[in-house]
């Protein structure tokens, strides 16, 4: 898919200040600093369209971008960021399940996940929730640069033979690195496939 158009609309906590929820939706969500805000600059083609950090919890907010006219790409706050207290973290926890929840037009969730990680417990309960939820989604293992393609994939089947024990059948994966535009044409003709059904 070609990116003709991507535009910042709004930052917000409250999920009935969203856009109107007349157009497909796409969230990318995971660990803090795996890489979320990053990849949604890669796959737009706009450097500094979301705000990325090296410091982990950069991303506070539901932000919205309208894609092509077309279709909305959400960027969410990162879970698992050890210096957050208890009660922010609650405050996410609602906010999240409540986006999951009252997005009507929420057509998939792309779970991002660190390549180089075994699987992490945060991430498997993130899953189980959103398997829980029945809210669709797709995995994909971020800065495959980081190491080399064996490795990742080494760790991509360690990660699915992990689904595997609790899940029949196993989401979509996709590896990326926002820094060497790795898994771009797959993640945006996924999107394209799925606008189109
Ligand atoms: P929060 O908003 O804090 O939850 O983080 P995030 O998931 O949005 O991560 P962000 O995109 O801000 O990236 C975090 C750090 O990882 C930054 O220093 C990025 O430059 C780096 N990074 C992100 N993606 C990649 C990648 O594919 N390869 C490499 N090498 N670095 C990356
Ligand atoms: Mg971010």
């Known amino acids: 898919m070609l990116i003709r158009s991507a535009k910042f609309l709004t930052s917000n906590t409250r999920v009935d200040q969203c856009p109107v929820p007349d157009k497909p939706e796409y969230a990318f969500i995971g660990r803090s600093n795996v890489g979320k805000s990053s990849l949604i600059n890669m ?3 706009h450097k500094g369209l979301a705000k990325t950090s090296a410091q982990p919890g950069k991303t506070q907010l539901i932000n919205h971008f309208l894609i092509n006219d077309y279709w909305y790409l959400v960027d969410l706050p ?20 409540f986006y999951l929840r009252e997005r009507p037009n929420l057509t998939c969730v792309f779970v991002l996940i660190d390549s180089r990680h075994e699987p992490l417990a945060p991430d498997l309960a993130f ?5 829980t939820m029945g809210v669709p989604f797709v995995l994909v293992f971020t800065k495959a640069d ?27 994966q996709f590896i990326t ?14 999107i394209e496939e799925v606008n189109q059904q």
Do not use: C, H
């Open 127 to 131: 899953i189980d929730m959103l398997g």
């Open 146 to 172: 980081k190491q080399s393609a064996l490795r990742t994939q080494q760790n991509v089947a360690a990660y699915t033979a992990k689904l595997s024990e609790t899940w029949d059948e196993l989401p979509r």
């Open 78 to 97: 990162g879970y698992g960021y050890a210096k957050v207290s208890k009660d922010s973290r609650a405050a996410w926890e609602r906010m999240i399940r």
């Open 43 to 45: 796959l737009t083609g």
């Open 177 to 190: 690195s926002a820094s060497e535009k790795t898994g771009r044409d797959e993640v945006l003709s996924f």
